[in-house]
């Protein structure tokens, strides 16, 4: 069964730094694009960047270009986010999940909570 | 940037009848790289439909989407306790990839 779970988040001050992780199982990691998805309390969802299964090709958002860096280990399965310089607005569930070139979002990590606050 | 915009914003529906979510998108794209996902409470999305029309595994037969071009819709018919919830569309067509601001479907 494809799963994907995610640890990381927590609390942290604006202006700091915070590094997300999602294994991956179940299915060859290698040969898909990854993404990240986030959703600020009660709000909807925003997709935040993707990564080719290369690791060669990154999109990100506007709101958290030149801040936020996606890679990814296919000899680990692990998907990374590393979010810098990081702001209020940035406070939201953080959701890993396969897909987003040519494909939709077909499995989802179980989210894990990032808090900007001083 | 496509922007989806999703109506209506909150559907109050009574089980076993049936549920009509609109999605609309600010340009039209030909791919049909459409996806509904649906969302409960304190849990992640889930992949209803992708391709516009195309059920992902699992998924109920009540469950169908249809459309093209810029409009898009999903609709569950016969809903059941379990189908409350948010539902959002999302296009995969350009990037940045995009979603609509969700429909709540709620019990009446």
């Known amino acids: 069964e494809a799963q994907l779970l995610q640890s990381g988040g927590g609390l942290v001050q604006p202006g700091g730094s915070l590094r997300l992780s999602c294994a991956a199982s179940?299915?060859?990691?290698?040969?898909?694009?990854m993404t990240w998805v986030r959703q600020a309390p009660g709000k909807g969802l925003e997709w935040v960047s993707s990564?080719?299964?290369?690791?060669?090709?990154?999109y990100y958002a506007d709101s958290v270009k030149g801040r936020f860096t996606i890679s990814r280990d296919n000899s680990e399965n692990t998907l990374f986010l590393q979010m810098n310089n990081l702001r209020a607005e940035d406070t939201a569930v953080y959701y890993c999940?396969?897909?987003?070139?040519?494909?939709?979002?077909?499995?989802w990590g179980q989210g894990t909570m990032v808090t900007v606050s001083s | 940037e496509i922007v989806m915009t999703q109506s209506p914003v909150t559907l109050s529906v009574s089980p076993g009848e049936s549920a009509t979510l609109s999605c609309r998108a600010s340009?039209?794209?030909?791919?049909?790289?459409l996806a509904w996902y649906q969302q409960k409470p304190g849990q992640a999305p889930r992949l209803l439909i992708y391709?516009?029309?195309t059920r992902a595994t699992d998924i109920p037969a009540r469950f169908s989407g249809s459309g093209s071009g810029a409009e898009f819709t999903l609709t569950i018919s016969s809903l059941q306790s379990e189908d409350f919830a948010v539902y959002y569309c999302?296009?995969?067509?350009?990037?940045?990839?995009?979603f609509g601001q969700g429909t709540k479907v709620e019990i009446k």
């Open positions: 990564v080719s299964g290369s690791g060669g090709i990154t």
């Open positions: 391709g516009a029309s």
């Open positions: 340009q039209s794209f030909s791919s049909n790289y």
């Open positions: 179940g299915f060859t990691f290698s040969s898909h694009t």
């Open positions: 999940a396969k897909g987003g070139w040519t494909h939709a979002f077909d499995i």
């Open positions: 999302q296009q995969y067509h350009n990037w940045p990839r995009t």
